[in-house]
């Protein structure tokens, strides 16, 4: 089905299933350890043999020889793969650095061998024996240092988010010295680790010449032909299956190393084996949100609208890497005439950089969004007041383009009645609550919507249960029940007649889970394969298909009426159908907003910040499932406290990599960090996205929070942090007299 006209009145509109809350499906084989993840398979491979991976132990430079005798005669060993005996690798379309590195080293524990032995704990004590002798290179691994003489590079981070080198409209320079009133700042936030609950695993089976990899991953597509393609292998040959994942973020678009050192493993085994990555390596072995430098300049009339804004962003990454989009949302969330955007990508040798959770989005709106908190102060204008008035509902950059729907003015109007805005002190340092100084902050939320490719099989069999099979996957997002539940719409069935089948190659070819763009995408694409099944349906009854109605698990048409089980008959019926997009993204600009609100305390003595309150009002389009959308949110906002207050890799300048390197020392908050968040979703279709009327939502509730916190840490002590986390290190010799 090729979208290209807004969509018109159509079955999913009757919203007797999409729309209404839906217990995830998934939820109680999560909750009860009964969904197999990959490491687990127990029930596809009976006696697998374990892989150990060794990492490298420099950052830069190669390993002058390899001392594998000692590992090799170790108990229960069975073989040891390193880049000599793999044959030869080719490195995949979608990472930057080799997924298996020597003799040259690209990153710090890049994977150098794989140890395949009888047991897990053999092949870690094996691995251990493995003698490296390295002869080091010189890495750069200083960003600050390394930016003052990095290029202009544009990107696009492959999530929507995406900017030139430099894009200039009007004349910026000119009306910011104009300007009446200024502000001219820089804002830097720091590494960010995925740190997701499931680590990257991966089993792996040949048959023959055919590769069966169980693995964790978010595109199954992608990883398919990255396996094939690194391998050097046909890519009918290789077949990806990864029903259930413990949670991406981005950390697992693209196939890693767990992945290809399984495959490598299990040949020279002449055995299955699988690999998970010991948690200590994850955070430099894999990808990570690379660390950036931000400059924004806003100018203003006395009035409060900006005449000028510019927006520049430094990142680093290995060579051959992207910089992070971070002013993507600075070229369409504000109005004003003159503004200029651009990135610089400086040559970093530390690990690889690439998409983590809103990538671009998420890192630029924790400057740009308080940057806009600082022009407000400036201004003497509520920093509502000031968004609203500095709203657009066109592309600023091509006001011929307007945006589909754009309700962050009622996101905001919305949010600060719910939140209790009008009692925040405009006046920093005035609200106190025992040892509590009490701040309330805002930013706005802007996150862009993708529509992908997307397809599906659905099937009907004789006792008229509904069967979807998508290469789709579900990492925690509840794409397993929303894609339920548009098959129930679209079928006139219930929920528990709907089968859903994820995450598997054999199937058609989906969006994927990405750039938040899955929820709407490939329930769009189940939505195409159900208008064909209802037409194979209404065809073969004779029934004309313009007035068909499917419902109560019944196919009527005037007054005859057939169950579905017995129009599917014994041979059952099955339809498949890709969704496909035209030019509405083009003509439209569709963009998700929301209003996010935060109050915080920050506590007199140590300067510790402490999240009281959140609330994130969203406008994204038509809500499938408002219970797994609100989940999605809140665990988004959960992220958004992390950036804000705790997430930091620290970067080892003269070794190259990053020290805190576990969950104990990389920190990520936990429910006693929050003690209450609430979400609202704004009524919102938009026809132009897809015939679901959907948009992304779950990255969305990211966007802006950081902000929100530290403009609400400023509200409470008078102290503006611009230099993410915000630590009470940073506060303590600033904090207001205590008597
Ligand atoms: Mo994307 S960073 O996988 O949501």
């Known amino acids: 089905m090729k979208f290209t006209t807004p969509a018109g009145q159509n079955p999913i509109d009757q919203g007797k299933v999409v729309g209404k809350p839906h217990d995830r499906i998934d939820g109680k084989f999560k909750t009860t350890g009964t969904a197999p993840y990959a490491y687990e398979r127990h029930d596809v491979v009976a006696n697998p043999a374990y892989g150990y991976i060794v990492h490298a132990a420099i950052a830069k430079g190669r390993i002058g020889a390899m001392h594998l005798a000692e590992a090799k005669a170790a108990p229960g060993v069975i073989t040891i793969v390193t880049a000599a005996e793999a044959g030869k690798l080719t490195k995949g379309d979608f990472n930057t650095a080799m997924l298996l590195g020597g003799p040259e080293i690209q990153h710090y524990h890049q994977a150098i061998a794989i140890v395949v032995a009888e047991t897990f704990e053999q092949a870690r004590a094996a691995a251990n024996l493995v003698r490296v002798d390295y002869e080091r290179g ?10 003052k003489t990095a290029p202009l590079k544009g990107a696009d981070s492959g ?59 978010q595109m199954i597509a992608w990883g398919k032909g990255d396996v094939a393609k690194t391998l050097g292998i046909p890519k009918e040959n290789v077949r990806l299956i990864s029903p259930y994942v413990g949670g991406g973020f981005g950390g697992k678009l693209f196939v890693r190393t767990d992945a290809i050192m399984a495959a490598l493993g299990a040949r020279a085994a002449g055995r299955p084996v699988k690999v998970a990555l010991a948690r200590p390596m994850m955070f430099n072995n894999t990808t990570h949100r690379p660390a950036t430098t931000q400059r924004i300049r806003i100018g203003t009339d006395r009035s409060g609208k900006i005449t000028a804004i510019a927006h520049e962003s430094g990142s680093g990454d290995l060579p051959g890497g992207g910089p992070e989009t971070a002013v993507s949302q600075t070229k369409l969330l504000y109005a004003g005439a003159n503004r200029m955007t651009s990135m610089r990508l400086a040559v970093l040798d530390l690990p690889e950089g690439n998409a983590m959770r809103a990538p671009g989005e998420a890192p630029g709106l924790m400057a740009l969004e308080i940057a806009m908190d600082e022009m407000a102060e400036k201004l003497g204008m509520d920093p509502i007041a000031f968004r609203i008035a500095n709203d657009t509902q066109v592309d600023p950059e091509k006001p011929e383009r307007r945006f589909s729907q754009r309700q962050l003015i009622k996101a905001l109007q919305d949010g600060a009645k719910a939140f209790g805005w009008d009692k925040r002190n405009a006046k920093p340092a005035q609200v106190r609550d025992g040892k ?23 099937s009907i069999d004789r006792k008229g249960i509904v069967t979807v099979y998508t290469d789709m996957t579900d990492i925690g997002t509840g794409s397993y029940t929303i894609i339920a539940q548009t098959a129930a719409e679209m079928m006139g069935v219930d929920m528990d007649r709907v089968v859903v089948r994820l995450g598997d190659s054999d199937s058609p070819v989906s969006s994927g889970s990405g750039g938040q763009w899955g929820a709407n995408s490939s329930t769009a694409g189940v939505y195409a394969a159900c208008v064909k099944l209802r037409e194979a349906v209404a065809q073969k009854l004779g029934f004309n298909s313009g007035d068909v109605e499917f419902a109560d698990g019944k196919v009527r048409s005037g007054n005859r009426s057939v169950a579905l089980a017995e129009a599917a008959g014994d041979a059952g019926l099955t339809a498949e159908d890709t969704i496909d997009y035209g030019d509405l993204a083009k003509t439209y600009q569709q963009s998700t907003f929301a209003g996010h609100f935060v109050e915080v305390g920050v506590d007199m003595y140590t300067g510790e910040v402490r999240i009281r309150r959140m609330l994130a009002v969203c406008a994204a389009g038509r809500i499938l499932n408002p219970k797994s959308a609100r989940s999605q949110v809140i665990g988004a906002m959960t992220m958004g406290v992390g950036s804000a207050l705790m997430e930091e890799l620290a970067v080892d300048k003269r070794f190259g990599f990053f020290v805190n390197h576990d969950l104990a020392q990389y920190e990520v908050p936990v429910h006693a960090d929050i003690p209450y968040q609430e979400v609202i979703f704004l009524e919102e279709t938009d026809p132009t996205t897809s015939p679901m009327k959907a948009k992304g939502v779950g990255e969305l509730g990211l966007c802006g929070v950081g902000a929100a916190i530290a403009n609400a840490a400023y509200n409470a002590t008078g102290i503006r942090i611009r230099d993410y986390p915000v630590t009470l290190d940073k506060m303590l010799d600033k904090m207001p007299p205590v008597a």
Request: net charge neutral.
């Open 138 to 147: 010189k890495g750069r691994f200083d960003l600050d240092e390394a930016l």
């Open 159 to 217: 999530e929507g988010s995406k900017a030139p080198p430099v894009d200039r409209v009007g004349d910026f320079e000119g009306a910011f010295a104009k300007a009446a009133v200024k502000l001219d700042a820089r804002y830097t936030t720091p590494d960010h680790s995925h740190a997701m609950m499931e680590p990257h695993a991966s089993l792996a089976r040949w048959d023959g010449d055919k590769l069966t990899v169980w693995t964790s991953n």
């Open 436 to 458: 509590w100084l009490i701040g309330m902050g805002v930013a706005a939320g802007f996150r862009n919507n993708m529509n992908m490719k997307s397809g599906a099989k659905v």
